[in-house]
């Protein structure tokens, strides 16, 4: 069945740093994909999408890139802030219904 | 603004005792979700519903129930059966392929 992976956290790193947070899936046909963030305590935000192959999605100064040939959504941030402290979930959805399948999450600590 | 509100934020449980977690939409979305999440842990469907009256059950549908009579509502009730309730509970909505809007969340417990 369809499913996502991410890379495990809690990843740390000092203010400023470049961020990846690796994403890859496995799905049967179209899948659109997601970035959502959760600060402590919080629900969940969307943070990006993308819907088609070679999309880029960006929002906040994250991007992340639809590679259908490596399947692939992986987050990036050139400059990371101690505000971006936050757990990342990669998620797709199949396309052919509402659900979302989920990735476990990782969290990102940033020092200052 | 439009929005998911879920009530209350934190809520306590007895022992042997249901209790209803609310979430209402008022995005008009089609779609309405309930998971649950444990500490350091990601996200698990428990019911999903597309459309007024009708609804299935996710992933981890036992000790729960639903029901939604109303498109702004979709209440989650944890019942006695459910033997291991604490968690961060999460309400969402969607129309059809569109990203989910999340609440803000419940946490319950158990007393």
């Known amino acids: 069945g369809d499913s996502v992976t991410q890379m495990e956290g809690p990843v740390t790193l000092s203010e400023e740093a470049f961020l990846t947070i690796n994403c890859t899936y496995t799905a049967t046909g179209y899948p659109s994909l997601f970035w959502y963030v959760q600060y402590p305590g919080e629900g969940l935000q969307l943070l990006l999408k993308a819907t088609k192959a070679d999309d880029k999605g960006s929002n906040k100064g994250f991007e992340a890139t639809y590679r259908k040939e490596t399947t692939s959504f992986h987050l990036e941030k050139g400059s990371v802030q101690v505000s971006d402290s936050a757990v990342y979930f990669c998620?797709?959805?199949?396309?052919?219904?509402?659900?979302?399948?989920w990735g476990a999450g990782t969290k990102l600590i940033i020092k200052p | 603004d439009g929005g998911i509100t879920q009530s209350p934020k934190y809520l306590f449980r007895k022992e042997g005792q249901n209790v209803t977690l609310s979430c209402e939409q008022n995005l008009n979305h089609d779609a309405m979700y309930w998971y649950r999440q444990d500490p350091g842990q990601g996200l698990r469907l428990i019911y999903y519903?597309?459309?007024?009256?009708?609804?299935q059950k996710g992933d981890i549908a036992e000790g729960y129930s639903v029901s939604r009579e109303k498109k702004e509502s979709f209440p989650l009730t944890v019942t006695s059966a459910q033997k291991n309730p604490t968690a961060f509970y999460l309400c969402?909505?969607?129309?059809?392929?569109?990203?989910?809007?999340f609440g803000d969340g419940t946490r319950l417990s158990i007393l």
């Open positions: 998620a797709l959805t199949p396309g052919s219904n509402y659900q979302l399948i």
């Open positions: 519903s597309q459309i007024v009256n009708d609804f």
């Open positions: 969402a909505s969607s129309h059809s392929n569109q990203p989910q809007h």
